[in-house]
Nanobody, 128 residues
Framework: QLQLVESGGGLVQPGGSLRLSCAAS????????IGWFRQAPGKEREGVSC????????YYADSVKGRFTISRDNAKNTVYLQMNSLKPEDTAVYYC?????????????????????WGQGTQVTVSS
């Protein structure tokens, strides 16, 4: 089974940046769509960004568009989420998830129940 491990979370001041990593083992990520999700205390898990398996097309939720960038490094079997201009409302546990096949329409939906493999999450706290 595909295993995913997130890293890169931490405490950052508003306006700061973090880069999250999602490293995969046992299977290559080439054939998977990878989504980033987040869950704040007392709130439902929501989709943040996604990169498709077919052509690497990316998708962003409106709340992060222009601030976050998703990318994949197939050689390292890792997907990244570069987060800039962070806001306190970005505070949450961030999860990466994978699903194959991973067409772009899967990314557009960013439904948690459409992704079968999940990492354990990494905490991001934006606070002064």
């Amino acid at each position: 089974q595909l295993q995913l491990v997130e890293s890169g979370g931490g405490l950052v001041q508003p306006g700061g940046s973090l880069r999250l990593s999602c490293a995969a083992s046992r299977f290559t990520l080439d054939y998977y769509a990878i989504g980033w999700f987040r869950q704040a205390p007392g709130k439902e898990r929501e989709g943040v960004s996604c990169i498709s398996s077919s052509d690497g097309t990316t998708y962003y939720a409106d709340s992060v568009k222009g601030r976050f960038t998703i990318s994949r490094d197939n050689a390292k079997n890792t997907v990244y989420l570069q987060m800039n201009s962070l806001k306190p409302e970005d505070t949450a546990v961030y999860y990466c998830a994978a699903q194959a096949p991973g067409p772009f329409r899967l990314c557009v939906s960013l439904l948690t129940n459409r992704f079968g493999s999940w990492g354990q999450g990494t905490q991001v706290t934006v606070s002064s």
